[in-house]
């Protein structure tokens, strides 16, 4: 089989190809940056006697990625599943966001993973075969003053996950969908967190083990479940004061 990923150069993108080319899968690889996807292609070949392709794409632009797409439509009839664990986050991401900010934002969060949904789903549809996953944050449990942008493209990604399990639930067409808190990856370094964070390594063990699998919509690390089930459930008003507490604390 092979596989795409898109954001595949660190954290759990490349823990994601690790695990499928040492069970033989031959991969596509997607990144910004050419100098890991190269050291990746490169060790995984040399590791596992796969092949790897890599593509240098900013999934922030919509006009690369359209680009992209246009050019490449025969890899897309290559592959037999499709991942996304791409995701861009920005330290000035606030409501007064600059316009050029949060088009970016939106752009790579969710904009470029519908953008190859709409070429990719079609085909996988008329195969009645094919695998997708997408990765989602616990961040879109509820509105942020920072990161706000982010959330809110996370907050849709749920949505366009659901609708596309629904599309799909008459074939075989596989989907899978993590809401992720805290990873032990470079996004998580340094910072002074009240929950563990949660291994990069394991995920990407349980995503691969539940890829012959119908929709799944699964929490990582799972205690997250209950938080957000708990944030979902409150008044908006009693979370508004919560909020403010911890503020004033901070």
């Known amino acids: 089989m092979s596989y795409l990923i898109l954001g595949a150069s660190s954290g759990l993108g490349r823990e994601l190809a690790n695990i499928l080319a040492k069970n033989s899968n031959n991969l596509i690889i997607i990144s910004r940056d050419e100098r890991d996807l190269k050291t990746i292609k490169s060790d995984l070949e040399t590791r596992f006697k796969i092949a ?4 240098v794409l900013d999934a922030s632009s919509f006009e690369e990625v359209k680009f992209f797409l246009q050019s490449n439509m025969n890899l897309l009839n290559e592959i037999q599943g499709i991942m996304f664990p791409i995701g861009m986050v920005d330290a000035e991401d606030k409501i007064s966001n600059d316009m050029s900010i949060s088009n ?15 070429k990719i789903f079609p085909i996988f549809l008329k195969r009645n075969r094919g695998v997708i ?15 706000t942008v982010y959330a809110a493209s996370k907050r849709g990604l749920d949505s366009l996950f659901e609708s596309l399990a629904l599309a799909s639930s008459a074939s075989k067409v596989k989907i899978q969908y993590y809401t992720i808190g805290y990873l032990d990856s470079n996004l998580a370094y340094g910072r002074k967190l009240l929950l563990p964070k ?4 394991n995920l990407a063990k349980i995503v691969h083990k539940n890829l012959k699998k119908n929709y799944k919509k699964i929490y990582y690390p799972s205690w997250w479940i209950v938080i957000v089930g708990m944030i979902k459930i409150l008044p908006f008003s009693f979370l508004k004061t919560i909020y403010k507490f911890l503020k004033n604390k901070n």
């Open 133 to 147: 996953v997408g990765f989602g944050s616990v961040s879109s449990a509820v509105g942020r003053e920072v990161n």
């Open 104 to 118: 970016s934002l939106i752009q790579a969060n969710i904009g470029s993973v519908a953008y190859f949904l709409s």
């Open 198 to 201: 949660g291994s990069v390594k």
């Open 52 to 55: 790897v392709k890599y593509f």
